[in-house]
């Protein structure tokens, strides 16, 4: 099985479909009693879709008018080179960065734990003071949020050790600790998104990357790849079933061998039940927050010096809402999206969304760079969780990396 390039760069566009039909169908024929979600809610949800998608293909084929053919290149040598020495020295010292971030936050939690007398061998602790600090529920600490932009880092690694992964693969550790850095800190704090997220970067990096190879190098990458690839979304499963069954064993006490069933329960809901939670938001939806959700943290770093009020900015972690078999605090994209202007500001964003989509994935094929990558990755991801939230809303992430990304793309291109 090959996929030309022309095809790769459909697939964000081809992601996001799948992703809202699965969640659609498996909502219809759930054996779980949901609320009815009403039809203007369906109305919202089908129109900013459609918004995403219209988006997506309105650049794409602007982009690939009169060449929109499905093909392989056939190239002889690989269009982009990585010096080995410089690749590695450059991984190792980020690979450093982000172990600091990592261990020096879970011994500042621990710190935080004992400081409320709590026990800091209970891992629900961690959780709790993380989200706590996350939400503002625990006054803003700067030495956290270091460690925190040190495990920002690990966006720009990722990219890397795919890169290394795809043209020499020599070193394991090279290209495997970016992924076990957030594991670790994943399992700590009983965060599954950081494990998530890390593992769709590389495996879209890997996906992307291997294209610039030369011809023969690309099959065999792309066999590879697809080996993987099902191990890799097996495990994603795993590891998302034992930290829901781990957080429901900590919340109710222990439940014994129900934990596990109930674990696969919650996979389900949280799929499914994103847009039943959006349905009951929409009901009680009267304000609007006019810009201050999109740009959320960077109101908050006004805050922090003084230049905005502390109290107008609005948390990004939502009341839990009923929506018949359990209680959820996720709504989907279309929340953050709605939440700021209404419909009137939802559908030009999706289909704003849609545009830059096609462009970033467009823009890196036509010529590579590390910066290209790192967003190209951010905006795949972004449509991969669309069930779940919209990841773009975090803008000073997104300059921390673009910023980071091309200091390490002018050191990874100057020529030894």
């Known amino acids: 099985m090959y996929i030309s390039k022309q095809g790769s760069k459909l697939t964000p566009i081809v992601i996001f479909i799948v992703i809202w039909i699965l969640q659609i169908q498996l909502y219809s024929y759930s054996p779980f009693k949901f609320k009815m979600i009403s039809t203007n809610t369906w109305l919202i949800i089908f129109s900013s879709v459609i918004s995403v998608i219209v988006g997506f293909y309105t650049h794409y084929f602007l982009k690939h008018s009169g060449k929109a053919k499905i093909y392989i290149d056939v190239n002889t040598t690989d269009t982009i080179y990585f010096n080995e020495t410089r690749l590695e020295k450059l991984l190792k010292v980020l690979i450093l960065l ?18 409320y007398s709590l026990n800091p061998l209970n891992i629900f602790w961690y959780r709790f003071v993380y989200s706590s600090l996350a939400s503002g529920e625990i006054e803003y600490n700067f030495i956290h949020s270091l460690f925190n932009y040190f495990m920002l880092l690990n966006n720009i690694a990722i990219p890397l050790s795919g890169i290394y992964y795809v043209f020499f693969r020599k070193k394991k550790i090279l290209f495997l600790a970016p992924l076990i850095l957030p594991f670790i800190f994943g399992i700590a704090t009983l965060q599954r998104f950081t494990i998530i997220s890390n593992l769709t970067y590389w495996i879209f990096t890997i996906f992307f990357t291997m294209f610039f190879l030369r011809n023969d190098k690309m099959q065999k990458v792309q066999k590879d790849f697809f080996k993987i690839l099902g191990v890799l979304f097996i495990f994603i499963f795993i590891i998302i079933i034992s930290v829901i069954s781990i957080r429901i064993n900590i919340d109710t006490g222990g439940l014994g061998k129900k934990v596990i069933k109930l674990g696969i329960q919650s996979v389900y809901l949280y799929i499914s039940g994103n847009i039943v939670a959006l349905d009951q938001y929409l009901i009680g939806c009267e304000d609007y927050k006019n810009g201050a959700i999109l740009f959320n943290s960077i109101l908050k770093w006004l805050a922090r010096f003084g230049l905005y009020s502390t109290q107008d900015v609005p948390t990004k972690r939502y009341l839990f809402i009923n929506i018949g078999p359990a209680v959820m605090n996720t709504y989907s994209y279309i929340r ?57 809303h975090n803008l000073t992430m997104i300059i921390f990396l673009v910023f980071f990304g091309w200091i390490i793309d002018r050191l990874l291109n100057r020529k030894i």
């Open 336 to 392: 953050i999206l709605y939440e700021d202007f209404g419909i009137m500001g939802l559908l030009p964003f999706s289909y704003i969304w849609g545009i830059l989509t096609s462009v970033s994935i467009n823009s890196l094929f036509d010529k590579f760079s590390l910066v290209k990558l790192i967003i190209a990755n951010l905006f795949v991801f972004s449509m991969f969780i669309s069930f779940f939230t919209f990841t773009l």
């Open 98 to 115: 982000v172990a600091i971030g990592v261990f020096g936050d879970i011994i500042y939690l621990s710190k935080l734990i004992r400081e």
